[in-house]
T-cell receptor, first 111, second 113 residues
């Protein structure tokens, strides 16, 4: 009954590959997010998305793209993976002016 | 440019003591200030949040103090317990613009029994 779920929990892949991380929320929220947490635990916003608007943090490389098949899902697709992409990626969601709820995270390791 | 600065980076407190974590922000457009608690291997979980129209908010052992003129806010954990040992993040977000959170650098709290 996890409110925000992510798959997979761990992802190990080679440089240059393309991979996707899936996120689903069953809270009926209207806005979803992707955050990146680096090895020093620093959390940084990547994207904000609802059914009307995608907001991209200007520092995110265009190899990263969010894809939303429906209101409850926001997947993260990454092309041409690089070593520096290794991090923990968190999905989050919220409704209106409420606080954001985070998923359990996906640890991505690029070899 | 780090828009939310958090201190200290790490904190050790004895059981029963008070843990205090401070944050300072630069963007005057910020109007919502949550604190998140993160345990190893888990996602951040909302602990308590405040808007700038109040100077203090208390929920159980957790209190946020907010100083709008100084652009500072802090988290106080009263009667700290070993189970409070975690990493704490302050954050801020402006109204609109997707309400994207800007996080502080985090504070690793250890409460010794």
């Amino acid at each position: 009954d996890t409110a925000v779920s992510q798959t997979p929990k761990y992802l190990v892949t080679q440089m240059g590959n393309d991979k996707s991380i899936k996120c689903e929320q069953n809270l009926g929220h209207d806005t979803m997010y992707w955050y990146k947490q680096d090895s020093k635990k620093f959390l940084k916003i990547m994207f904000s998305y609802n059914n009307k608007e995608l907001i991209i943090n200007e520092t995110v490389p265009n190899r990263f793209s969010p894809k939303s098949p429906d209101k409850a899902h926001l997947n993260l697709h990454i092309n041409s993976l690089e070593l520096g992409d290794s991090a923990v990626y968190f999905c989050a969601s919220k409704m209106g002016g409420s606080s954001q709820f985070f998923g359990p995270g996906t640890r991505l390791t690029v070899l | 440019q780090q828009q939310v600065k958090q201190s200290p980076q790490s904190l050790i407190v004895q059981k029963g003591g008070i843990s205090i974590i401070n944050c300072a922000y630069e963007n005057t457009a910020f109007d919502y200030f949550p604190w998140y608690q993160q345990f190893p291997g888990k996602g951040p979980a909302l602990l308590i949040a405040i808007r700038p129209d109040v100077s203090e908010k208390k929920e159980g052992r957790f209190t946020i103090s907010f100083n709008k003129s100084a652009k500072q806010f802090s988290l106080h954990i009263m009667d700290s317990q070993p189970g409070d040992s975690a990493t704490y993040f302050c954050a801020a977000t402006p109204a609109g613009a997707g309400n994207m959170l800007t996080f502080g650098g985090g504070t690793r709290l250890m409460v010794k029994p």
